[in-house]
């Protein structure tokens, strides 16, 4: 099958409330790396030469290209994405891939192999091959994996790390490239491989894979990274993390747990913070009201949020971006708010702008100015955009 591009639609954006507020589908990150990720990786171990496009909303396909680093590209691999509101600009056949599926390498080989046409569940369009718009046959296949909302991210991502990255570590010829492992660590891959890339793991912590430690991450003396976490780049982690995923330059640096969560850019969280991922009943946790069909579900922690010391957050709670929350958090944060416990307040955006470029000062890098423009866009479509 020849195909001269691979456009990445984004679905049900809602489910993936509040994250999709500041970043595409096809960014989010599951598996250790960004949805798009595992496609480019794919593209490069089959030899197609295909350019990569990503259908999103408005203000990210005019800001997002100039803030989100890509693992793929620190290490040396090289792709075309391009981020558009529409598909009018782009020409020649094309495999159209939905976010609903899960972007397994094995799988996607397999379905490329079969189709010459559409590949659905029931009336969701998960891949499609189209030359000037014809589908041809439609194959109905709900046996695949499903990525419904954000809860799903948090349920396949472990799975995905064992499956997709052996494919990476064939790209890049190691498990640990370019990192600092102290001899008095321990790395324990009887579940699977520890990858590190531009990483440090400092004296007396223990990493139980699968994990992916990504560039600039340190893991700290004493800390407990279990099976499934991923440090895309950046991050500093001390305490305990399983099967969450952290987004770029966000830090959990102090004694506490981090379960089954999500965690955006520029996040900080504070020491003797906890994120329950299960409940008292051992019952089926819901996200914003809908049934997960998971046990196990912490939180989804939006951009720019801060989690203050000692602070306890319920299971399947989300933290809206730039907003900052102290104490027992039992309800949804929704963006720009400030809670001591319950009992929130508006946040104002200058101070959230504020934060962050204070944050950055901390880490010693400049302020992006794309990421400005996008907390101020995400403010403005968090006043029309009702909470999950």
């Known amino acids: 099958m020849h195909f001269d591009n691979v456009v990445i639609v984004e679905d049900n954006y809602r489910n993936f409330y509040p994250t999709s507020l500041s970043t595409p589908i096809s960014d989010l990150i599951i598996g250790g790396l960004r949805y798009y990720e595992h496609i480019a990786l794919w593209l490069m171990n089959m030899g197609f030469d295909a350019k990569i496009y990503v259908v999103t909303r408005d203000y990210l396909s005019r ?159 004493h800390a407990y990274v279990r099976e499934g976490s991923v440090l895309y780049a950046h991050n500093v982690v001390g305490g305990e993390i399983k099967n969450s995923i952290m987004d770029m330059h966000s830090l959990k640096e102090h004694f506490s747990y981090l379960g089954d969560s999500y965690v955006g850019r520029w996040v900080n969280i504070g020491a003797g913070s906890v994120t329950s991922n299960l409940k008292n009943t051992m019952g089926v946790i819901r996200y914003g009201g809908i049934n997960t069909g998971l046990t196990k579900l912490g939180s989804v922690i939006g951009d720019w949020a801060k989690i203050g010391i000692n602070t306890s957050i319920m299971s399947g709670r989300y933290i809206g971006q730039g907003s900052n929350v102290l104490g027992l958090i039992r309800a949804n944060v929704p963006p720009f708010k400030l809670c001591i416990n319950d009992d929130c307040k508006e946040y104002l955006l200058d101070k959230v702008v504020e934060v962050y470029k204070r944050f950055t000062r901390l880490r010693g890098v400049n302020a992006n100015e794309n990421e400005i423009l996008l907390i101020r866009a995400v403010y403005d479509a968090s006043l029309h955009e009702a909470p999950l």
């Open 63 to 221: 800001l997002w290209s100039g803030i989100a680093e890509s693992l793929l590209s620190k290490v040396g691999l090289r792709y075309f994405i391009k981020y558009v509101q529409n598909t009018s600009d782009i020409s020649g056949p094309s495999l159209i891939i939905h976010t609903s599926l899960l972007p397994r390498i094995d799988t996607l080989n397999n379905l490329i192999n079969g189709i010459g046409g559409e590949v659905r569940c029931g009336n969701r369009v998960l891949l499609s091959f189209t030359d000037d718009g014809d589908v041809n046959n439609v194959i109905d296949n709900c046996d695949l994996p499903i990525l419904d909302g954000i809860w799903s991210v948090i349920r396949w991502n472990t799975y995905l790390l064992r499956e997709n990255l052996k494919y990476l570590v064939k790209l890049v010829g190691d498990k640990v490239v370019d990192s600092d492992v102290s001899s008095n660590a321990v790395i324990d891959e009887k579940g699977g491989n520890a990858i590190m890339i531009g990483a440090t793991v400092e004296s007396l912590a223990y990493v139980r894979g699968p994990v992916l430690l990504g560039p600039g991450s340190r893991i700290l003396p």
